[in-house]
């Protein structure tokens, strides 16, 4: 089978390259950026220079191609809503309105988890409905592109839709690994701040387990259905504590109520706007990262044979890599 994949120099993309390539797919693989591209050169892929906003890079890419793989997505905590709504929402729509017209057999589209919005007390599963919570403008309109995706599906497309949890794992160390970085920052006693009480649980899932879940998907999922794809539902303070233990490297955590977090992060927020740069923080995130995001991925355990890696086995490999690829000192 060839397949088509948008976001291939990113996180999850290049994830889906080693799987997909080992697996014996043949692959055309968007890209933007040349620098992002080198270290993949020697896998088995035809390259389309663009973007998912150029519908002659689509049809190109999608040329002689019986499946698609969507997950390019413009993503930042502080990005620009017209161009989150260009990349994520119309370059979307163009990516599906070309495969309708290639006649494509299958897509998957990326989402995110953060489309069902906090669990509270429950857990969320694929019937779960947000009540109006996006954290972010990205959340926003990461569920509306979902919902587009969805209509497509009902419309007699073959769309099936992933909702990936909290990344973390071997990968680039960008803002789509914020999970990563956030351990590298643990590791070096950079890090020491736990929001709120930190009993609010969110789902860690490993990137070559999402990766794989994708490539379920794309050879079990059903049209029309969304598939949960995540790990293991832990505390702040459970995973800090688990952190320390793999790593030998106990730090004193500080617990910041929450208040301070939203002053602060909102202080952040105006400076960055003066300076034009971008906040480590907003009090959206803050707001985010201060409730449950409790998941179950049991549909797609059930369905697809999606099998999560344990997080204290995700964790050490992750730190063993950070240990080989920099320096905690």
Not at 100 to 108: F, L
Not at 255 to 275: C, E, G, K, R
Not at 310 to 323: H, R, V, Y
Request: net charge positive.
């Amino acid at each position: 089978m060839k397949v088509f994949i948008t976001g291939a120099t990113g996180l999850i993309g290049r994830e889906l390259l080693h799987q997909l390539s080992a697996d014996g797919y043949q692959i055309s693989a968007l890209y933007r950026s040349e620098e992002k591209r080198n270290d993949l050169l020697h896998l088995p892929v035809q390259w389309i220079k663009g973007s998912v906003e150029d519908p002659d890079c689509l049809e190109k890419g999608m040329s002689d191609c019986e499946a698609v793989i969507h997950a390019a997505a413009f993503a930042g905590i502080y990005a620009p809503v017209n161009k989150i709504m260009e990349v994520n929402y119309y370059g979307t729509l163009l990516v599906l309105d070309k495969a309708r017209q290639s006649g494509i057999k299958k897509i998957v589209y990326v989402s995110s988890a953060g489309v069902f919005g906090p669990s509270g007390n429950g857990i969320t599963d694929e019937t779960t409905v947000n009540g109006s919570f996006y954290a972010t403008p990205y959340d926003k309109i990461k569920s509306m592109t979902e919902d587009l995706a969805l209509e497509y599906a009902r419309a007699g497309l073959p769309v099936v839709v992933v909702n990936p949890t909290r990344l973390y794992g071997p990968g680039l160390m960008n803002e789509a690994n914020s999970v990563t970085l956030l351990i590298l920052k643990y590791l070096r006693g950079q890090w020491k701040f736990i929001p709120g009480n930190g009993k609010a649980i969110g789902n860690y899932v490993f990137i070559s387990d999402v990766a794989r879940g994708i490539k379920m998907a794309l050879e079990k999922g059903k049209p029309g259905e969304k598939y949960i794809l995540g790990g293991e539902n832990i505390s702040f303070d459970d995973f800090f504590n688990l952190l320390g233990k793999i790593s030998g490297r106990k730090h004193l955590m500080i617990h910041v109520p929450y208040p301070v977090m939203i002053s602060v992060s909102s202080l952040l927020l105006a400076w960055a706007v003066l300076t034009r740069t971008r906040p480590p923080i907003t009090p959206g995130l803050i707001r985010k990262y201060v409730q449950n995001w409790n998941v179950s991925s049991n549909k797609a355990i059930r369905e697809l044979g999606y099998q999560p890696t344990p997080l204290k086995e995700g964790l050490q490999i992750t730190i063993n890599w950070l240990k080989n690829m920099s320096s905690y000192a």
